[in-house]
């Protein structure tokens, strides 16, 4: 019924995440899709558009239109028409709990359900990872405490995954979201960057542009965070893990 890729992070402008970018158009099934860049959370950057536009554009033959949310009055029915008019939809870093409050006011979340229902591809990276899930560990609004330990929040997303997302686990100041986990009764999927999970109805795999990298399952059992490494390159029922 549905198809995600939601990569923990990475730079697309350098070109880091290439073979998922690859994959993610292959997965679309279409030899010139049609791809829509959201660039809500970075402020609709315009480096972060013209960085799409070379990867997704020029590199591998998508035909890209952007949705600028920001600054603009876009009708309604206009947001609809570009969004389930696309074969892949991608979805850029930032602030993810600003996006969603755009998201929500311009009924962007609505229309994302409706894409996934029409097997449209949703993709993304960081905040583009995050809003695909129940919640996610945010830094939108992160400050350092007085340990000098960097304290997250949580972001809702639309929760077409239901469970809870960290990217970036890579990165310093992630290992928070095991302490996170101590009280969430739903499966956290923490993926680092240049790695993604990969969802084809009620399956799972996980790929990777660098083979380094590792996504993980964390489990709360009353208090205590079992954690294992997902290293599924064959799709695999999405039950075993939610």
Same mark, same amino acid.
């Given at each position: 019924?549905? #198809?995600?890729?939601?990569?923990? &992070? $990475? ?22 899709? #049609? ?6 959370? +970075? ?28 600054? %603009? ?19 850029? $870093? &930032? !602030? ?9 006011? %311009? #009924? ?9 229902? %029409? ?9 583009? +990872? ?9 830094? +939108? ?5 007085? !340990? $000098? ?22 990165? @310093? ?34 790929? @990777? ?9 964390? #489990? %709360? !059992? ?13 799709? +695999? ?6």
């Amino acid at each position: 019924m549905g #198809k995600i890729v939601a990569i923990g &992070g $990475g730079e697309l402008r350098l070109k880091e995440t290439m073979p998922i970018d690859k994959y993610i158009v292959e997965f679309s099934e279409n030899s010139t899709p #049609k791809l829509l860049f959201i660039p809500t959370a +970075s402020g609709d950057s315009r480096g972060y558009i013209n960085s799409i536009n070379k990867v997704y554009g020029e590199h591998l033959g998508c035909e890209v239109d952007t949705l600028l949310l920001v600054e %603009n009055n876009i009708p309604q029915n206009e947001i609809e028409r570009k969004i389930l008019s696309s074969n892949i939809i991608y979805v850029g $870093g &930032g !602030d993810t709990v600003k996006m969603m409050e755009i998201w929500r006011s %311009n #009924k962007i979340d609505k229309y994302l359900k409706k894409a996934y229902e %029409n097997n449209i591809v949703l993709s993304g990276l960081s905040a583009g +990872s995050i809003c695909w899930f129940l919640k996610g560990h945010s830094d +939108s609004n992160t400050y350092t405490n007085r !340990d $000098g330990i960097l304290n997250y929040t949580q972001a809702t997303g639309i929760g077409l995954i239901p469970a809870i997302h960290c990217p970036h686990y890579n990165e @310093k100041g992630r290992e928070a979201f095991d302490n996170m986990m101590k009280t969430e009764k739903i499966s956290g999927i923490a993926i680092e960057n240049n790695c993604a999970m990969v969802i084809k109805d009620d399956m799972y795999k996980i790929i @990777k542009s660098n083979n380094n990298r590792k996504a993980y399952l964390l #489990k %709360n !059992d009353n208090g205590n965070v079992n954690k294992s490494e997902l290293n599924t390159i064959e799709f +695999s029922p999405l039950a075993t893990i939610l």
